[in-house]
C-alpha cells in the first residue's frame, strides 16, 4: 500500500531553519505531484507548497514565498521542504500529500491529493 512518511519536524527558535523529508513508497512516485500542507491547532488544513510529478514547476502560498523551497528527487522517492527564517506562525504540523492527476500545475486544493503522511511537528519559539 501507499505510505508517506515525514521526518524532520522539531523546536527551533525564531529565524532559525528546518528541513522536512517525505519518503514515499508503495507508488510510481514520479508520476505524482507532491505537497505540503500544514495545520495549526484548531485551524483549516493548509496549503503550503507543492511540485508538479515532472518537477520543474512549483507553487508556494504567500505566507512562505521566498522563505521555503520545495524539492523532490524521483531516484530517492523524496519531496523535501528546506524552510528558512521560521517565524512563530508557521508552528504547525506538516502533512506530505500525493496527487495522481498529473495536472499541468500543482493544485493548492487538500481534496485533490490522494495520499497522505502522518505529519511531523514544527515549533517555532519567539
Known amino acids: 500500500q501507499v505510505q508517506l512518511v515525514e521526518s524532520g519536524g522539531g523546536l527551533v527558535q525564531t529565524g532559525d531553519s528546518l528541513r522536512l523529508s517525505c519518503v514515499a513508497s508503495?507508488?510510481?512516485?514520479?508520476?505524482?505531484?507532491m505537497g505540503w500542507f500544514r495545520q495549526a491547532p484548531g485551524k483549516e488544513r493548509d496549503f503550503v507548497a507543492a511540485?508538479?510529478?515532472?518537477?520543474?514547476?512549483?507553487s508556494y502560498a504567500d505566507s512562505v514565498k521566498g522563505r521555503f523551497t520545495i524539492s523532490r528527487d524521483n531516484a530517492k522517492n523524496t519531496v523535501s521542504l528546506q524552510m528558512n527564517s521560521l517565524k512563530p506562525e508557521d508552528t504547525a504540523v506538516y502533512y506530505c500529500?500525493?496527487?495522481?492527476?498529473?495536472?499541468?500545475?500543482?493544485?493548492?486544493?487538500?481534496?485533490?491529493?490522494?495520499?497522505w503522511g502522518q505529519g511531523t511537528q514544527v515549533t517555532v519559539s519567539s
Open positions: 500529500a500525493a496527487d495522481q492527476a498529473r495536472l499541468s500545475a500543482p493544485s493548492r486544493w487538500l481534496y485533490e491529493y490522494d495520499y
Open positions: 508503495g507508488l510510481t512516485f514520479s508520476t505524482y505531484t
Open positions: 511540485i508538479r510529478w515532472s518537477g520543474g514547476i512549483t
